[in-house]
């Protein structure tokens, strides 16, 4: 069983701070997904890495993947309140199957 | 494009009845993917269905199934429902050409709850 491990499982931050997540595999995936779910809503995809030690912007969201495959984080510079919600990393393998990990909610205060 | 639909959005049952609950994935998209996420147990994969045919399983018990039409609308079953079953089933579709990396598209999710 390929498991993923996502920390922290909560957050609440004011608006401006800085936060990473982070998200561990005891496997390596052929990839990891970000992706972020709103209330009543399904999980958007935010960004794909593939490559071991890759980094990937979006906007104030910084990607990492481990340089050995097996883990990766999020990081978001100045914090905003519409970035709340809940964060998911997912590992690929086996062609569409995701290994989710438990989440992150995150919540930012103006 | 419209996106992924799921009907219904809300469906309450109760104990030992079968549901059963449609995806309609965005068009042109053959992959279809079904997903349980509940609170304790968060996003778990059921199943993916693709151009008709179960392609890859999860680990649920039998009383999940699932299915694909020619349109590549899909649809899943559970019978007997049990309490725990209670969750927010999501669809994801693809348009899969056996990358592992291939963008899914999630539906808003069919809430189920199970009294």
């Known amino acids: 069983t390929q498991l993923l491990e996502q920390s922290p499982q909560f957050l609440s931050i004011q608006e401006g701070e800085n936060l990473t997540v982070y998200c561990n595999s005891s496997?390596?995936?052929?990839?990891l997904q970000w992706y972020r779910q709103e209330p009543g809503e399904g999980p958007v995809l935010l960004v794909t890495?593939?490559?071991?030690?890759e980094v990937k912007k979006l906007k104030r969201l910084t990607f990492q993947f481990g340089d050995a495959r097996k883990d990766s984080s999020l990081h978001i510079t100045a914090a905003q309140p519409g970035d709340t919600g809940l964060y998911l990393c997912?590992?690929?393998?086996?062609?569409?199957?995701?290994?989710f990990g438990g989440g992150t909610r995150l919540m930012v205060k103006p | 494009k419209a996106g992924v639909t799921q009907t219904p959005r809300y469906l309450i049952k109760t104990r030992g009845q079968q549901v059963t609950l449609s995806c309609s994935p965005i068009?042109?998209?053959?992959?279809v993917s079904w997903y349980q996420q509940t609170p304790g147990q968060g996003l778990q994969f059921l199943f993916e269905?693709?151009?008709?045919?179960?392609?890859n399983k999860g680990n649920f018990p039998g009383r999940f199934s699932g299915r694909q039409f020619s349109n590549s609308r899909s649809e899943m079953n559970v019978s007997t429902l049990e309490l725990g079953d209670s969750a927010l089933y999501l669809c994801?579709?693809?348009?899969?050409?056996?990358?592992?990396?291939?963008?899914?598209?999630f539906g808003p999710g069919t809430r189920l709850t199970v009294l």
């Open positions: 890495v593939v490559t071991g030690g």
């Open positions: 068009s042109g998209h053959r992959s």
């Open positions: 994801a579709s693809s348009n899969d050409g056996g990358r592992a990396a291939d963008t899914q598209y």
């Open positions: 997912a590992g690929v393998w086996a062609g569409n199957m995701l290994t």
């Open positions: 496997s390596v995936f052929s990839s």
């Open positions: 269905y693709f151009s008709e045919t179960q392609r």
